[in-house]
């Protein structure tokens, strides 16, 4: 038994899955940042404040997060396009170290993968560092830092509310827009808003630009540790590492928390 569970195959249903979705989130996400406020972007001549632009953005960003957890992305490896979610998940046992790091490894690969075609924008996309999550130019690092802590523990909070209560489980996705909406408004100023180090990782790369790139995976870290200390009593509810599609989980590497009494089955 213990022999046969060391020698399992590789999951590549798990790891392309994962690479897709990190892959699609940052090639729409981005390109629609590069679209709202890059240099001779018409919609800049339309909607001049950038609040309600940063607010637009977050929440359609949002929206394919959400899209690709419906997804049957979604329905195999759960969508979590995103390396803490991926370790909450693994810090709250739902999934193991060897699936944890499958998962980290194809949404990276897929985060630069996904930036590629993004090169496509040429000078409006280089104006914006191609969507590049960069400290705001009048913030402390501190300041940017705790911004990312606080987004990020935010996010794996809520994930916790909706997906540890069956009367919110099926709406987590219609919560990630909303979220993203609030929290970029107010944060993306100060840090970008990125919650994801894959997200901050693939752009990037691609423009070169790697100030503060410390801040996109220490912030993130630190704020999901803080959720998951907090959060540590929903744990038992969490029956499966997924955004969606609760009742699946064909993957056979997934964790399900075991009946229990009083628990949520």
């Not at 998951?228 to 929903?234: D, R």
Request: glycine share 12%; aromatic share 12%.
């Amino acid at each position: 038994m213990g022999k046969s569970q060391e020698r399992q195959p590789f999951p590549w249903s798990l790891f392309l899955s994962e690479l897709i979705g990190t892959g699609l989130l940052l090639l729409c996400g981005l390109s629609l940042v590069i679209f709202m406020f890059g240099t001779g972007s018409p919609v800049i001549r339309v909607i001049l404040n950038e609040g309600p632009r940063r607010q637009i953005t977050g929440f359609i960003f949002g929206t394919v997060g959400a899209l690709i957890s419906l997804s049957p992305v979604g329905k195999v490896s759960g969508a979590h396009i995103n390396p803490v979610v991926t370790f909450a998940f693994f810090l709250f046992r739902k999934i193991d170290a060897r699936t944890a790091v499958v998962y980290v490894l194809g949404q990276l690969t897929g985060a630069i993968l996904g930036c590629l075609p993004l090169l496509a924008w040429g000078a409006m996309g280089r104006s914006v560092a191609f969507g590049a999550t960069l400290p705001g130019r009048f913030y402390p690092l501190g300041m940017v830092l705790g911004g990312e802590i606080v987004t990020t523990f935010c996010l794996i909070t809520m994930l916790c509310v909706f997906i540890g209560f069956r009367a919110l489980r099926r709406f987590t996705p219609a919560m990630i827009p909303v979220l993203y909406a609030i929290m970029s408004y107010y944060e993306a100023p100060a840090s970008g808003t990125s919650t994801n180090p894959a997200r901050s990782l693939g752009p990037a790369i691609i423009s070169g630009q790697w100030n503060g790139w410390w801040i996109y995976w220490v912030g993130p870290v630190i704020g999901m540790l803080v959720a998951v200390v907090v959060c540590n009593s929903l744990a038992h509810r969490v029956e499966v590492a997924k955004l969606y599609h609760f009742e699946t989980d064909r993957s056979g590497l997934l964790r399900r928390t075991p009946k229990k009494a009083g628990g949520v089955t």
